[in-house]
């Protein structure tokens, strides 16, 4: 019988691709979301920046170098919240700077 015991693990948002709505699918049974997502796999056109928010103003969390693999999970406006690699960096990174991978 599945049953919710215990308080909920809060996640850092750096860390793992796990926010309030939304959730990468491995973290389903860990993380408590509404939805849970299956990773698009784009590659980096050019150098980009990871930002905290889908904005041109928010934080710098990171440079990422061009052609290194940013996994899709939302697509919001110009921006897409993903992971970098497979246990990379979360955040928002431009979509004009992603290319989709077959």
Known sequence: MLAMTGPS????????PVRGDLAHIKLAGRYFVP???VPMP???AEDAVLRSFGRD???VLAQLP?????NVLDIAGQWAWGQLGEDGQVGYVALGQLVALD
Do not use: E, K, N, S
Request: charge should be negative; proline fraction near 5%.
């Open 9 to 16: 693990v809060r996640a850092d948002p750096g860390c793992l």
């Open 35 to 37: 939805h849970y997502a």
């Open 42 to 44: 784009h590659a980096l």
């Open 57 to 59: 103003d928010a934080d």
């Open 66 to 70: 061009a052609g290194a693999t940013f």
